[in-house]
């Protein structure tokens, strides 16, 4: 029974400890928007995903109930090589992140650097050749320039 309540008492205390961390941590910035717009993150913290050792990071997050996501994702995976990774982030598997990035609409597509400053967005579904495109002028352009926005795709 001493057991018992040892572990009981651990269990409280560890949860506690997780859930003061996990306040502590500070919400990444997100894009001041015009009316009507959904937000989008500015950072990611790239430990919050996998693939935190490539370049690049294609990041989509999506919904299992969102037809246009599974377009999103699939127009998304062939950028996926050495340098840069593609991930999907679904909504129910993960919602912490979603909430954490304050994702309002699915699909949102980010670009994120080694640092994970986001250099390219869209919100919707874009065309492939507009994603593709915008991931191949970020990975060209200089680490301080400005970062791309798409504009969106067909919607969510």
């Known amino acids: 029974m001493t057991r018992l309540l040892v572990a009981a008492a651990i269990v409280v205390v560890v949860a506690l400890v997780a859930l003061a961390l996990e306040r502590r941590r500070p919400q990444p910035p997100t894009q001041a928007r015009p009316a009507g717009a959904y937000p989008v993150p500015t950072q990611l913290d790239r430990d919050d995903f996998d693939h935190t050792g490539a370049d690049w990071l294609v990041v989509v997050f999506t919904s299992a109930t969102c037809e246009s996501c599974a377009e999103a994702v699939a127009k998304a995976q062939p950028l996926a090589s050495g340098p840069v990774a593609v991930t999907e982030v679904e909504v129910g598997a993960r ?20 640092e994970g400053v986001v250099r390219a967005s869209f919100v ?30 067909d919607g969510t």
């Not at 919602?95 to 609409?105: F, Q, T």
């Not at 919707?124 to 795709?153: K, Q």
């Open 95 to 114: 919602p912490r992140l979603h909430r954490r990035y304050g994702i309002e609409a699915v699909p949102t597509i980010v670009l994120t650097d080694a």
């Open 124 to 153: 919707g579904n874009p065309p492939a050749a507009e994603l593709w495109a915008a991931v191949a002028e970020v990975r060209t352009s200089a680490p301080g320039d400005a970062p791309a926005a798409g504009s969106g795709g």
